[in-house]
């Protein structure tokens, strides 16, 4: 576990550059009028929140998996489960848990003001899969600790579960066009940017479905899955009225938002 932040960082830079440059290999072709003004605020918040997860917790999801494994903490140890067993068995559980700490943050208002920024991206690349409030990927870290120690996840099934999130994060808002066969056969094994395009449009009830964030048996299983936008994925309008200016993409604006008025009619007041 030495070695986590390196592995880490290292994944990470990998998969983003992945995506940038398939961005500019097999892009969707729509037109984006911010472009790469959207970057500096979004490149920044993931490094926000990384300073602040570092200070508050320093030992992250993973450190706390080692700390409960020394212990013996935990549902799988208990049940004396074999590592070959407890290792996918943890990355599906905490791939649910974020499943559904994803629904919670859309329907509990005090918490969707928070998860409002994300969606304020008028645009979808793969920086939109960096952009979350530092206070809930705090609060995001807190339910996975909670997670890991309750199931006593081994702290190797963490780390993969990190990096798989994070890439796949990465993967699925990027502006990439996926062949529609490929397309078909993929969607059964991971959220595709298609898939997860329909969670971005401003209609309500699309916001309100395609959860999932890296496998996307969640949504079929609990009844949020839908295939496309009615309005098709090149015609789906992308973000939040009334904070889809240049203005509002700025680092401090985002970073205040939550602190903002409700959105204008006819898109989700649940954030009142």
Known sequence: MAAEATIRLAAFIGVLAAMVLAERTWARGLVRPLGWRRWPANLALPVIGSVVLRLVAPAGAVGVAVWAEARGLGLLPALGAPFWLALPVAVLVLDLSIYWQHRVFHFVPALWRLHRMHHADPELDATTGLRFHPVEILLSLGIKVAVVVA?????????????????TSLFNHADIRIP????RWLRRLVVTPDMHRTHHSEVQAETDSCFGFCLPWWDHLFGSYRAAPAAGLNGAVIGVPGWRTAREQRLDRLLL???????????PQKGT
Do not use: I, S
Request: cysteine-free; aromatic content about 6%.
């Open 257 to 267: 938002q939550p602190l903002a008025g409700t959105p204008p009619a006819g898109f």
């Open 180 to 183: 529609a066969r490929m397309e």
């Open 151 to 167: 199931l006593g996840a081994p702290p190797v099934a963490v780390l993969a579960f990190e990096v798989l999130l994070n890439a």
